[in-house]
Structure formats: structure tokens, C-alpha cells
């Protein structure tokens, strides 16, 4: 069962990427390196990352993701390139899973 969800992940990143440009690796090092869970961590009970997964989750678009990640620089006052941006929403994707 394992090895056959693992065959369809596989087969969905392939298929479709919104962010083909960003490098999720990239973007976990922006994320971490830019603390971005600070204040996620305290809204959300300890575990920021649930605020991308929460049911009731406000950025349901790859676009969407892309305008809260612009806000949510301003937060660490950062100035990410566009570049950087791709990278953190190909991160993030992982939690919203947009195809
Ligand atoms: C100063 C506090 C703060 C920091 C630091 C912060 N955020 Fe946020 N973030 C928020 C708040 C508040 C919300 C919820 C907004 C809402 O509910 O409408 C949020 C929501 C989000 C969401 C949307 C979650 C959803 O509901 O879909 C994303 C994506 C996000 N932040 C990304 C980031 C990234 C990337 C960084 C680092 C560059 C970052 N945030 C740093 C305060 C912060």
C-alpha cells in the first residue's frame, strides 16, 4: 500500500506542478532561516505548520499562497525575490498540495 501511494505522489508531482520553478528545499531554508513559524507556532498551539493544513485554512489557491507569502514577508521584513517566493511556495506546497 505504501509503495502504491508512493507511486501515485510520484506520479501527481510529474504530472502537475504549480510551482515548477521553486526549489522546495530552497524554500524550507528561507522558511526556517526567516523563523516563519514564530508566530504560526503560537496561533496554532505549538505546531505552526497546522495553520496550512487547518480545515478553515484562508489561502486556497497557488495564487492565493503567493499573495500570503508576499504579506507574510513584510512580517519578518523580508524582501523575497521573486525567485525566493517560487522557492517557499514550492515549500509550502507540501502542506497545500495544489496541482
Ligand atoms: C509576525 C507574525 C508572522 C510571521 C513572522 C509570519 N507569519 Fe504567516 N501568518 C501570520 C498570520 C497572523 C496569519 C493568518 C492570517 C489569516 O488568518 O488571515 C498567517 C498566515 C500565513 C499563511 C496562510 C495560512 C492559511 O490559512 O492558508 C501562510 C502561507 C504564511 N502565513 C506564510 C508565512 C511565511 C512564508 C512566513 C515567513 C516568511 C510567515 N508566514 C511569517 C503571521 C505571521
Do not use: W
Request: include cysteine.
Amino acid at each position: 500500500m505504501i509503495f502504491v501511494l508512493a507511486l501515485l505522489s510520484v506520479a501527481t508531482v510529474a504530472s502537475a506542478n504549480p510551482f515548477p520553478k521553486g526549489n522546495a528545499q530552497a524554500g524550507q531554508k528561507l522558511f526556517e532561516k526567516y523563523d516563519c513559524n514564530s508566530c504560526h507556532n503560537s496561533m496554532m498551539g505549538g505546531d505552526g505548520n497546522k495553520i496550512f493544513t487547518r480545515i478553515d485554512r484562508r489561502r486556497n489557491s497557488p495564487e492565493e499562497l503567493i499573495d500570503q507569502i508576499s504579506m507574510c514577508s513584510g512580517n519578518v521584513k523580508a524582501h523575497f525575490t521573486p525567485q525566493e517566493t517560487q522557492d517557499l511556495a514550492a515549500y509550502l506546497n507540501i502542506f497545500y498540495k495544489f496541482k
